[in-house]
């Protein structure tokens, strides 16, 4: 697969606060990326970076080969929708996508309309009276009828409810069905999108803490509940990110991935287990990260 | 798609901002003159026309802030963006000042509307030939929508306290320009200049402040972020 | 197995048993045809490289294979070798744990086959 992206040692400081510390990573063609972390983590910072809204203090990024900043071979090919876009006062729906329209080459303007239909958006009303659902749902049509090869959604859901951001999950998949492209997913929502995803990145205070393929993620924790000295004894050894005591009984949540042996083990002692989700997963492993804990790379 | 032409585009979705506030503005002043202008025996000379310059100093702060996110965040390069608003000045400064010429033709054909109301063929304003006139329309315009914009640039690129920062430094200089201007004199040497001197010299001499201003823009634009 | 996918399981995993037991079922004879890993993705909302993740895993044992521009497709003794694993699966999962729990609990032999006899009429 072709490298679209590519991020080397790139850092962005801000006065005393670095929002993104010597972060490398590469982006292949035709995959589903999640960018997960919580807020302030430093994800908006490095998608800008890579669309050249933002500058680097350090480091290199390529897009297609080459440095994306003033560069309009290659800007053109990238659609990024944040959560934070303004829009002209005057401006109504319609100007909105129609300006879209003019700055990507493969838009598709009945499938644009389709789904402002589908999202209930009066085609005249100004875009500074929409709700912000409604604001967020323009975004939404924007980046998915822009079909740029890379298209970047920094938390394109705000205000939307649950059935609405259920729309945009199936409308994404059955668009990048149809037509494959490298799309990058910002959320902090993970339970919801962690099926669609192809490979995950998990940014950190301003760093990557994990880039895994979302399959093997999955894999890689598991919980384990039991009497507590029982689990104990079953968990030397391994790398407990997490234990959730309850009486006499204790969860542990450990990193790893369950083998026969230990499955066979754990049955003896009488123990139980659970999956872990990817949210949880990432949930203990930042929040070990925040509070300084000696917690491995997975 | 040219990448210039579709900024131009973008811009022109703007009909009110661009078109039809100002055509408003100098309407309702044309207007309300000639109707007061009617009840008057003696001949009636307004500034009226003056409204559409600083208007369009308004149109040069405003639209960086209006357009600049959108652009970018579609993907636009900063220069094209840069291009397609300077062009977007440019053309609607020669529209204006043709028209501002045509309706100072049509104020005079009409003899002043009728009623001795002077608004589009002032003395001093629209004296010298055609050419001349749209030509010190044009670059007033110019040099008002590119300060504005270098107002607006110096705020994307640096922020709200440069503009603060440049105001005070603006009012410093003024006052001591203006100390020194009564101190030595030299007020009437300048009003005399103003008197001495078309208004086409006088356009032409903001020529190269324009550039000055408009280069600066981009110069900020280019390493502005939203 | 169900129609839906759970957390508890790796999804690739989940997409090649829902394929094996279509098999066995006669859902899916062989030489059919099985869903393209666009349409296991659209229909179960995941990642089309997750779907064509489990479906190759199955054309790595044999049981699927590929026909060039047209799709994957069951291999003919493929039911059989799918019954054999199962087969054998069943050994390991049930009996074996069985009468193991048997043994822990003091069943005799003839006691044991006379439950199962039980639970088969039942």
Redesign the interface.
């Given at each position: 697969m072709r490298t679209i992206v590519e991020v080397r040692e790139v850092s962005k400081r801000y006065k005393d606060n670095m929002a993104v510390d010597r972060v490398s990573f590469t982006l292949e063609e035709g995959?589903?990326y999640g960018m997960l972390g919580r807020n302030g983590a430093g994800k908006t910072t490095i998608m800008?970076l890579l669309?050249a809204?933002?500058?680097p203090s350090d480091g290199e990024i390529r897009l297609f080969g080459e440095a994306p900043y003033?560069?309009?071979r290659v800007?053109?090919q990238?659609?990024?929708i944040?959560e934070s876009?303004?829009?002209?006062?005057?401006?109504k729906v319609a100007?909105?996508l129609?300006?879209?329209a003019?700055?990507?080459p493969n838009w598709d303007a009945s499938y644009a309309e389709a789904l402002r239909q589908q999202y209930n958006l009066p085609e005249r009303r100004q875009i500074k009276k929409l709700s912000r659902g409604m604001l967020s749902a323009v975004g939404i049509i924007?980046g998915l009828a822009s079909r740029?090869p890379l298209t970047i959604f920094d938390e394109p859901y705000l205000g939307l409810d649950a059935v609405a951001r259920r729309m945009f999950?199936?409308q994404l998949?059955?668009d990048?069905?149809e037509h494959?492209r490298t799309v990058v997913l910002s959320t902090h929502l993970i339970d919801e999108v962690s099926?669609?995803?192809?490979h995950v990145l998990v940014i950190d205070r301003g760093r990557i803490l994990i880039n895994e393929e979302?399959?093997s993620l999955?894999?890689q924790a598991f919980a384990v509940a039991g009497p507590m000295n029982k689990v104990e004894t079953f968990a030397q050894g391994m790398k407990v990110i997490q234990r959730d005591p309850l009486g006499a009984l204790l969860t542990a949540t450990v990193l790893g991935s369950l083998g026969p042996e230990q499955r066979h083990r754990a049955e003896e002692l009488g123990l139980e287990f659970a999956?872990v989700?990817l949210q949880e997963l990432i949930v203990q492993l930042t929040k070990n990260q925040s509070e300084g804990k000696a917690a491995e790379r997975v | 798609m040219n990448r210039t032409t579709r900024i131009m585009q973008m811009h022109l979705r703007d009909k009110w901002s661009w078109f039809l506030i100002p055509s408003m503005i100098v309407g309702i002043s044309f207007s309300i003159n000639l109707l007061i202008s009617l009840f008057m025996t003696e001949p009636l000379y307004t500034g009226g026309i003056a409204s559409v310059f600083v208007y369009i100093f308004v149109i040069g702060i405003l639209v960086v802030p209006q357009t600049f996110p959108l652009a970018i965040g579609l993907g636009t390069t900063r220069g094209d963006y840069y291009r397609g608003t300077a062009l977007t000045g440019l053309a609607f400064g020669a529209m204006t000042a043709i028209v501002l010429l045509a309706l100072g033709w049509l104020e005079r054909l009409t003899d002043a509307w009728g009623t001795d109301f002077h608004f589009f063929a002032l003395p001093y304003v629209a004296e010298g030939n055609a050419l001349a006139v749209v030509a010190q329309y044009f670059l007033i315009y110019m040099f008002l929508f590119f300060w504005g914009m270098f107002i607006a640039s110096t705020f994307r690129r640096f922020g709200v306290k440069s503009l603060l920062y440049s105001l005070l430094i603006a009012i410093v200089v003024g006052t001591v320009a203006g100390f020194l201007a009564l101190r030595f004199a030299w007020w009437e040497a300048i009003f005399e200049w103003f008197a001495t001197h078309s208004l086409l010299v006088v356009s032409l001499w903001t020529l190269p402040l324009t550039l000055v201003l408009a280069i600066a823009a981009y110069g900020m634009l280019r390493k502005s972020v939203v | 197995m169900s129609f839906l996918i759970d957390d508890d399981r790796p999804i690739f995993a989940q997409i090649a048993a829902r394929i094996e037991n279509d098999i066995l079922e006669g859902i899916l004879p062989e030489e059919s045809q099985v869903p393209s890993t666009n349409q296991f993705a659209a229909y179960y909302k995941i990642n089309p490289a997750t779907a064509a993740k489990g479906v190759n895993l199955l054309v790595d044992q044999g049981i699927l294979y590929k026909k060039r521009g047209i799709g994957m497709f069951v291999a003919s003794g493929a039911r059989a070798v799918l019954m054999e694993t199962r087969k054998q699966q069943f050994y390991e999962q049930y009996v074996v744990t069985m009468v193991q729990e048997a043994k822990k609990l003091g069943i005799t032999f003839p006691q044991l086959t006379e439950m199962i006899e039980k639970g088969a009429t039942e």
């Open positions: 995959k589903i800008q669309t809204q933002a500058i003033e560069n309009a800007l053109g990238v659609c990024f944040k876009q303004k829009y002209p006062d005057n401006f100007d909105a129609a300006v879209a003019m700055f990507f924007i740029a999950y199936d998949m059955a990048y069905i494959p099926r669609l995803l192809e979302a399959e999955r894999q999956p989700s | - | -």
